[in-house]
């Protein structure tokens, strides 16, 4: 039987969460750690290893380097500066310093010769996915990012709260860049069979302000950041549940920072919107019939990402 190989790269806030994640889920067989700082991977090893005993699977967890992910089905990276965000609320900012560790491991990831899926979860998640896609050059779809993931599962859950519908019930996305320019295309949320069109109109409970959810979904983010200086259950959720989706290959729709290639209208970009996600990763970009205002707001969306993916090239 084959054993479910991860790796994560940057052992920080995030990554830390994602690998206890993975273990209390059991949806890795064997996990390595690589971070920049040794003794950060090392603590964290053994802090989850502490707990292994008495979680319901049996996992292995070690501290790695490079040569060590050739046989990793997935890589996760979780690089990233927190603190700059403490500055302005803008991921794009991240940037200065994502890419250029982005660009640091690319080679070293590239000379292990792994050919896996590789999942980014580090911010501005469009631009780094891109550069890492663009460094690595396996197959399209097989890198990929968490993208607009967590912001639509914060916009369901406000909608559920907003409705008391049920959120497996209900079907919505934000789109576009995973930042201040991402919204909702109103026009594909429903609640079980029922666009939301159709119960607005005689259904106090669905008559609500789109502008004002969609601020509250892209607020919900700067909420967390600013009480503890960080990100941490809900991204390693995120990226444990498309993980698992890889391994098992399940063909679930979810909203990820997915490569278009046509799609859209929109070429060379990465950008959140719903995609099945299976075995090869980002397997097919669902193509949703927005309005013709949503779509140019998508549009939109793919010039500012496209734009940073130029400043990331040069730096």
Known sequence: MKTRKIAIIGVGHVGAHVLSALVTQGIADEIVLIDSNPKKSACECQD?????????HRVRVSVGDYPDLKDCDVIVNASGKITILSETHDRVEEMKFTVPVAKGFIPKVKASGFNGIFLNISNPCD??????????GLPKGHVFGTGTGLDSARLVSHL????GIDHKSITAYMIGEHGAQQFAPWSQVSFGSHKLSELAGKDKRFQFSGEEMIKATIDGAWTVFD???????AIAATAARIIR????????IMPVSAPLDGEYGEHDVF???PAI???DGCEEVITMDLTDEELAHFHECCEGIRGNIKIADEM
């Open 227 to 233: 009480g503890k200086d960080c990100t941490e259950y």
């Open 127 to 136: 631009i780094v996915t891109a550069e890492i896609a663009k460094g690595l």
């Open 277 to 279: 996600i299976g075995k």
């Open 271 to 273: 950008a959140g919107i």
């Open 48 to 56: 989850i290893k502490d707990s292994i005993p008495y979680m319901p």
């Open 160 to 163: 559920a709260e907003y409705t």
């Open 245 to 252: 989706a890889v391994l098992h290959d399940e063909k679930v």
